[in-house]
Nanobody
Framework: VQLVESGGGSVQAGGSLRLSCAVS????????KGWFRQAPGKEREFVAY????????YYADSVKGRFTISRDNAKNTVYLQMNSLKPEDTAVYYC??????????????????WGQGTQVTVSS
C-alpha cells in the first residue's frame, strides 16, 4: 500500500488549499483514513478522520468548521479541504490509513500506512 500526498503550498491567512492523497491499493474501502500534521519542533497531531464507510467523520477542535475530509472511492483518493487557513495551520500534512479498530483514531500509532507528507505554509 502506498500513499502519495499532493496539493500543499504557501497561502496567505484566510486562504484555502485542498490536499489530495492518492492510494495504491485494490482494497481502498477496507481502510479508515486520517490526516495528521506536524509543525517544526512539535509532535505529530490529529487533524481529521473518516471511518471505513466514510459516513462518520471527526475533527480536531482546532480545525472544526474549517477543514473537511472526504474520499472518492472510484479514484482511491482522500481529500482534505482547508478553508480560512491560519498561520498556526503551518505544518507538514500527512495522510494515513488503518485497517482495524486498535487504538484511538486520534493517535498516529493507530495507523498502519503513511504518506510522505506535504508542506502547508500559511503567512499572516
Amino acid at each position: 500500500v502506498q500513499l502519495v500526498e499532493s496539493g500543499g503550498g504557501s497561502v496567505q491567512a484566510g486562504g484555502s488549499l485542498r490536499l489530495s492523497c492518492a492510494v495504491s491499493t485494490r482494497t481502498f474501502t477496507n481502510y479508515a483514513k486520517g490526516w495528521f500534521r506536524q509543525a517544526p519542533g512539535k509532535e505529530r497531531e490529529f487533524v481529521a478522520y473518516s471511518d471505513w464507510g466514510g459516513g462518520s467523520t471527526y475533527y480536531a477542535d482546532s480545525v472544526k468548521g474549517r477543514f473537511t475530509i472526504s474520499r472518492d472511492n472510484a479514484k482511491n483518493t482522500v481529500y482534505l479541504q482547508m478553508n480560512s487557513l491560519k498561520p498556526e495551520d503551518t505544518a507538514v500534512y500527512y495522510c494515513a490509513m488503518r485497517s482495524d479498530y486498535s487504538g484511538t483514531y486520534r493517535s498516529p500509532t493507530s495507523f498502519n500506512y503513511w504518506g510522505q507528507g506535504t508542506q502547508v505554509t500559511v503567512s499572516s
